[in-house]
């Protein structure tokens, strides 16, 4: 029951709530404690879930990517480990905080500001920097955008939709000089221009957030967990988050969205979640 409860992200509280409404009756704290400690459910959970980290972490050092560029990116959870296990880490990606790259500046380590949180103007913005091989090459073709919304397509990347026979803009071309310098001057004083050496590679944190709304599930940021809950519910997060990440799709639904009326991204119904962890 202890380990039920747990797994599925409810708090002590919750279920013993739940059991007293319910009349079925509960564990108390003694027991939860005596289950805890002297039948070593907590040792038994965190060995576990270090035994979880160490297997990804192994996987992925076996994996031809890892062994070329020694520091491939990572989607499970081994990046905190990195250290403990001496890994070699040579970029970060994170949001836009200029401590964190001074950091890294000072230990030699490629620093990545997390695309998705930039650009206004995001396909060209988006596809330049995926599309791009170094710094400079991202400045210049974000400045083809001010050429593309002219209808200059000459310096458009060969590859774009722009390209080919019959294509029209969805925007409305630019005449008029002000809207052009306009645009130009927001190009000109984007962070991703301004700072393309931090955002050339086109990197993201989405694994770290996926990771985070999983952690969320066992540890709500507006309960305070003792050190003993904390690590349990840290440790059944892990090893749920390594089970599951990347799991195949059953089908795809495509749903019309009255506030993204253009949208044609459908919505996939995964397979239901491996729970070794809770079983």
Not at 85 to 108: C, G, P, Q, S, Y
Not at 188 to 201: C, I, N
Not at 205 to 210: L, P
């Amino acid at each position: 029951m202890l380990h039920g409860f747990s797994s599925c992200g409810i708090l002590e509280s919750q279920y013993q709530g739940f059991a007293e409404a319910a009349k079925i009756g509960n564990v108390g704290d003694k027991y939860i404690d005596y289950v805890y400690g002297t039948m070593g459910y907590m040792q038994t959970v965190l060995k576990a879930g270090d035994d979880c980290m160490t297997e990804q972490i192994y996987e992925v050092q076996n994996t031809d990517s890892y062994q070329q560029r020694n520091g491939v990116p990572m989607h499970t959870i081994q990046q905190w480990q990195c250290c403990v296990m001496r890994l070699t880490v040579i970029e970060v990606a994170h949001d836009f905080v200029l401590k964190i790259k001074n950091w890294l500046w000072t230990l030699n380590i490629q620093n990545s500001f997390d695309t998705w949180h930039e650009a206004s103007v995001k396909c060209h913005f988006y596809y330049s920097m995926k599309n791009c091989t170094s710094p400079d090459n991202l400045r210049r073709r974000l400045l083809t955008i001010l050429d593309h919304y002219q209808g200059n397509h000459t310096n458009c990347d060969p590859d774009s939709k722009c390209k080919n026979p019959g294509y029209r803009c969805s925007k409305v071309k630019l005449n008029n000089p002000r809207a052009i310098a306009a645009l130009h001057k927001f190009i000109l004083d984007s962070k991703v221009y301004k700072l393309a050496e931090d955002y050339y590679l086109c990197c993201d944190t989405y694994w770290v957030e996926s990771f985070n709304n999983v952690i969320l599930i066992y540890c709500p940021k507006r309960i305070h967990f003792s050190d003993r809950t904390f690590n349990i519910r840290i440790a059944l997060a892990v090893m749920d988050w390594n089970e599951n990440v990347n799991r195949e799709a059953t089908t795809i639904s495509l749903i019309q969205d009255v506030h993204r009326p253009t949208r044609r991204t459908g919505h996939k119904n995964l397979y239901q979640k491996l729970s070794s962890s809770g079983s």
